[in-house]
């Protein structure tokens, strides 16, 4: 296991390089050209800048999170073989540089969805949080939450400039079904797939978040069966998984180290982190421990550690702590994301031990 980190880049997110260097155990920084929206061109020289100024800090630039797909590949509209054509050119130009994996997603408009960035936990820290009764019919007053909470940041997935066209948007994926979605699906990949092999980069889908259709959109990737046809409708080693525990939890009908141990052939990249479920369906994002939710992070890790796995690990969103969230991205402060690593480490460190007989 390679333990990593996500940072959104310089002058865009409140923790530096400087301060993912003293969290023991991180290798990798997991980055992207925050800048872009996707179907956009990502330039050489836009991209060696990154990855030098993250190597020359001592840390892998392996991972990128994310190059995110354009709608009218997700909708199948005749125009997606021009932004397949653009997102390969950035696969070739990752590739060349020692990328080993990309995370992506295909949620229909939105990437993950919360209806509170902010929420009071007991103990006094705060974190994102998802109100089932929240999730009126109108997308727009959901996405005015969320650019409101983000502050001065833009969130991936929720650009102002894709949020004003929502209603546009919501109108093209008319017809757009479960079926439907995988089918675009499976043809974006199968035509992705040559690239990936001849560069070596492994494309890792991100699971839905929350794991339930929203706002009649459907949604493909949240639960044992649907990651499993999406794995059998394209076999090919080199589309696999970001297997985000966050993501699958709040559908408690989600056994995710069973999920792990069934296809940790194909996960590449691991987000961990908790979620507490309340008995109406609600949601809170809390500390990493097991004990404080409903994800048994032990398991969890113990399922990877018996498969031997080698891939990339991040800790997931943490909780705000300490007033941290005055200036910090919702969901990526610096506090509970290292307290998360430590977890992490420690629950590997002792299952290494015990392997070794110690
Ligand atoms: C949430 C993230 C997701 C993820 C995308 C991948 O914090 O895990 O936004 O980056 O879904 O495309």
């Given amino acids: 296991m390679q333990m990593t980190w996500r940072w959104y880049g310089e002058g865009n997110d409140s923790i530096t390089l400087d301060h993912i260097r003293q969290i023991p155990g991180v290798e990798g920084i997991v980055w992207s050209l925050h800048n872009k929206v996707a179907g956009e061109v990502w330039e050489e020289e836009e991209i060696d800048k990154v990855m030098d100024l993250i190597k020359s800090k001592g840390f892998n630039a ?90 001065k940041y833009t969130m991936p997935g929720w650009e102002p400039e894709r949020i004003a066209k ?16 995988f089918e675009n699906l499976k043809y974006f990949l199968e035509r992705i797939m040559p690239v990936c092999e001849e560069q070596d980069v492994k494309m890792a889908i991100h699971p839905d978040d929350p794991p339930w259709p929203i706002f009649g959109l459907p949604r493909i990737i949240r639960s044992r069966d649907h990651i499993k046809r999406f794995l059998d409708q394209v076999d090919n080693p080199y589309s696999g998984l970001t297997l985000c525990t966050g993501s699958l939890g709040p559908n408690l009908f989600n056994d995710i180290p069973s999920i792990v141990r069934e296809f940790h052939d194909r996960i590449y990249f691991a987000h961990i982190r908790n979620v507490k479920v309340y008995e109406n369906g609600d949601f809170s994002e809390v500390s990493h421990r097991g004990k404080d939710g409903n994800v048994d992070v032990y398991e969890v890790l113990k399922a990877y ?46 299952l290494d031990k015990r392997k070794g007989g110690h």
């Fill in 62 to 151: 392996d991972v990128v999170e994310s190059v995110n797909v354009h709608d009218d590949i997700k909708i199948g509209l005749p125009t997606r073989d021009k932004y397949i054509d653009i997102y390969i050119d950035t696969i070739r130009k990752l590739g060349a540089r020692g990328v080993k994996v990309i995370c992506y997603n295909f949620m229909p408009v939105f990437d993950w969805t919360r209806t509170d960035l902010y929420k009071e936990l007991p103990d006094g820290s705060n974190s994102l949080f998802y109100e089932k009764d929240a999730i009126v019919n109108d997308p727009n007053i959901m996405a005015e939450r969320i650019l409101k909470g983000a502050g």
């Fill in 166 to 181: 929502l209603d546009e948007l919501f109108k093209s994926y008319a017809g757009v079904d479960e079926d439907k979605l």
């Fill in 305 to 350: 550690h018996d498969n031997g796995y080698t891939g990339y690990l991040r800790p997931d969103h943490g909780r705000h702590l300490w007033g941290e969230e005055k200036d910090c991205r919702p969901g990526y402060g610096l506090y509970d994301r290292a307290l998360g690593v430590m977890y992490m480490l420690g629950v590997w460190d002792s």
